[in-house]
Antibody, heavy 119, light 108 residues
Framework: QEQLVESGGGLVKPGGSLRLSCVASGFIISDYYMSWIRQAPGKGLEWLSYISPSGGFTNHADSVRERFTISRDSAKNSLFLEMRSLRAEDTALYYC?????????????WGQGTLVTVS | SDVLTQPPSVSVSPGQTARISCSGDALTKQYGHWYQQRPGQAPILVIYKDNARPSGIPERFSGSSSGSVIMLTISGVQAEDEADYYCQSADTTGTFVLFGGGTRLTAL
């Protein structure tokens, strides 16, 4: 049974940093594209970043490119999002999601999210 | 610019057919996908590659595509279908992910 569980969210002051984690079970994350997607309170979905199965290619949305970094640890079957210089507008529920083996979309499995509050 | 546009809301009576549109230039080159998000829950993929239905998704969910518009159709809407629906695609270069703004479906 494929499952994704995010952690690492919390309350952080503006300008601070946070590292989100996403542990996968039931599949091997290095076989798939993996993404981070967030949702601000009462707002829609916003794609942030994805990493290729090989780990050799990453891409980030322009809104976070200079501040967020996606990475993964195959040994731990885990995905990460390093966030720095956090702003109030980064307050959101952060989801990790699985893509395809050959494409970063669509996303067929999602975690339940971890909440980041910047205040 | 690469933007996906959805109507903010759609309302239908239970048992009727709901149609939710998503438009954008990128859709002439890229596939579109649809997600359902019930309150307090993570999104669920309900349609991929314009009109394919993942296993476990009821047959009343279908998708279509014409030019720069994709459509999600829910036939015989049930109360449990009340949710926010998001379309997803990529920009015309296939590099960045795009989400529509979301459509709230209400079964009156």
């Amino acid at each position: 049974q494929e499952q994704l569980v995010e952690s690492g969210g919390g309350l952080v002051k503006p300008g601070g940093s946070l590292r989100l984690s996403c542990v996968a079970s039931g599949f091997i994350i290095s076989d798939y594209y993996m993404s981070w997607i967030r949702q601000a309170p009462g707002k829609g979905l916003e794609w942030l970043s994805y990493i290729s199965p090989s780990g050799g290619f990453t891409n980030h949305a322009d809104s976070v490119r200079e501040r967020f970094t996606i990475s993964r640890d195959s040994a731990k079957n885990s995905l990460f999002l390093e966030m720095r210089s956090l702003r109030a507008e980064d307050t959101a529920l952060y989801y990790c999601a699985r893509g395809r083996r050959d494409d970063y979309k669509p996303n067929d499995y999602w975690g339940q999210g971890t909440l980041v509050t910047v205040s | 610019s690469d933007v996906l546009t959805q109507p903010p809301s759609v309302s239908v009576s239970p048992g009727q057919t709901a149609r939710i549109s998503c438009s954008g230039d990128a859709l002439t080159k890229q596939y579109g996908h649809w997600y359902q998000q019930r309150p307090g829950q993570a999104p669920i993929l309900v349609i991929y590659k314009d009109n394919a239905r993942p296993s476990g998704i009821p047959e009343r969910f279908s998708g279509s595509s014409s030019g720069s518009v994709i459509m999600l159709t829910i036939s015989g809407v049930q109360a449990e279908d009340e949710a926010d629906y998001y379309c997803q695609s990529a920009d015309t270069t296939g590099t960045f992910v795009l989400f529509g703004g979301g459509t709230r479906l209400t079964a009156l």
